[in-house]
């Protein structure tokens, strides 16, 4: 079975790689895609957003790397022969975010949504606040690092742009 892990993934945290990793081992097929969210402001280039989901999925064989930023998620996923949607959620508010797309979702292509609930440990993960983090240099660069995958960092010079 194929699986859908959409994100803005902006940039890619650890908690979007454990999220990753585990749907990795429960579908036959991940394809993880840089979704366009409206609400959203993007940071980094999708370009740059691929390649770090590339080394964020470098070692989990059965995950693919994709965008879509035009059309519905559900349009993506009737084009790629996908019937289920991943989403990582660290608490009640993303839960509360996330059902009415699910429902939704289902109602228009009868697309599933998978929900894995967030490790403890990354739970206060978000890639806003690692990102406003860094812009402020709040904490040395080596604290945030600790928080994007393995290999990543956010240099000084990466601030982001809008796409």
């Known amino acids: 079975m194929r699986a859908l892990f959409p994100g803005s993934f902006d940039p890619v945290t650890q908690g ?7 749907a990795a081992l429960l579908f036959d097929e991940v394809v993880v895609c840089v979704m366009f969210n409206s609400n959203k402001t993007g940071r980094f280039p999708i370009s ?3 390649d770090r989901l590339r080394t964020a999925a470098g070692d989990l064989g059965n995950v693919t790397v994709d965008s879509h930023t035009g059309g519905l ?13 991943i989403r990582g959620v660290r608490g009640v508010a993303d839960l509360d975010y996330e059902m ?8 228009l292509a009868g697309v599933d949504t998978f929900f894995i609930a967030a ?18 240099d709040r904490v040395p660069n080596d ?11 956010l240099s000084k010079d990466d601030k982001g742009g809008d796409e």
């Open 143 to 153: 604290g945030v690092s600790e928080l994007l995958p393995v290999g990543e960092n």
């Open 73 to 85: 998620l559900v349009d993506y996923c009737r084009r790629a022969g996908i019937d289920v949607v």
């Open 100 to 107: 009415p797309m699910a429902r939704m979702n289902h109602e």
């Open 16 to 22: 979007h790689q454990d999220v990753l990793r585990r």
């Open 48 to 50: 740059e957003r691929l």
């Open 119 to 136: 490790d403890p440990a990354l739970a206060h993960i978000s890639s806003t606040l690692v990102t406003t983090v860094k812009q402020q």
